[in-house]
């Protein structure tokens, strides 16, 4: 599967603790975003990357969200000190530079904060 | 600040029956993508179409067809002849081309299709 993947693809956990996500894009793309998905809405964008370099930040990605992708390949989003309102569906998405090409999504990793 | 509205937050039809999803976005930028998206019961999105804001030709494919009417700032989605496979949701989102960076997508609130046998 050549797709974009993500892992774990659900993460049920304690409030205060700390969580990370993993997403693998699709392997000749450069761009990778992060996005968050609450019931009933639409995704909202988080951050985005350009090869290893983290270019953009929503002002949603508060200071307990931190976003790495170290060589450019994969990308891991950790959230520290976990909240209830930090439930929801984290989705990653993946495309080329050169254009607004179509990102292509992963299958989301849905966290549920207790 | 760009915004994407879907006023329908669900629709019901029984199979065979036409469904239109209607899309009015707000931008600033004269350069700007429309796309649309599916988001199915196994909650993976899946690309549709992708416009430019040049481009106002209405497209079809198969039994999807798209129409864009910049003037009225919408890019409505009609689906022909509904199967229940079509049940899912789906989003219309858009992105400024002339940002620095990013090109981030900015999403509607999403419509619920449910296509009955």
């Known amino acids: 599967d050549t797709g974009v993947s993500q892992n774990p693809r659900h993460k049920i956990t304690k409030r205060g603790q700390n969580v990370t996500f993993r997403c693998d894009p699709i392997?000749?793309?450069?761009?990778l975003y992060w996005y968050r998905q609450t019931l009933g809405q639409g995704p909202e964008f988080l951050t985005y990357?350009?090869?290893?370099?983290?270019?953009?930040k929503s002002r949603l990605l508060s200071d307990r969200f931190s976003a790495e992708r170290p060589k450019g390949s994969f990308s891991t989003l950790e959230i520290q000190r976990t909240e209830q309102g930090d439930s929801a569906m984290y989705l990653c998405?993946?495309?080329?530079?050169?254009?607004?090409?179509?990102?292509?999504f992963g299958p989301g990793t849905r966290l549920t904060v207790l | 600040a760009q915004k994407v509205t879907q006023a329908q937050t669900e629709i019901s039809v029984v199979e065979k029956e036409d469904v239109t999803l209607d899309c009015v976005y707000e931008?600033?930028?004269?350069?700007?993508?429309l796309f649309w998206y599916k988001q199915p019961p196994s909650g993976e999105l899946v690309f549709l179409i992708r416009?430019?804001?040049?481009?106002?030709q209405n497209e079809i494919s198969g039994r999807y067809s798209w129409n864009f009417q910049k003037s009225t700032s919408s890019f409505n989605f009609t689906i022909t002849a509904s199967q229940v496979v079509d049940s899912a949701v789906y989003f219309c989102?858009?992105?400024?081309?002339?940002?620095?960076?990013?090109?981030?997508?900015?999403f509607g609130g999403g419509t619920r299709v449910l296509v009955k046998p």
């Open positions: 998405a993946s495309t080329t530079s050169g254009g607004n090409n179509e990102q292509f």
């Open positions: 392997s000749e793309h450069n761009r």
């Open positions: 990357f350009q090869n290893e370099a983290q270019l953009e």
């Open positions: 931008t600033r930028d004269t350069t700007y993508y």
């Open positions: 416009r430019n804001s040049f481009d106002e």
């Open positions: 989102a858009l992105s400024e081309a002339l940002r620095a960076a990013g090109n981030k997508l900015t």
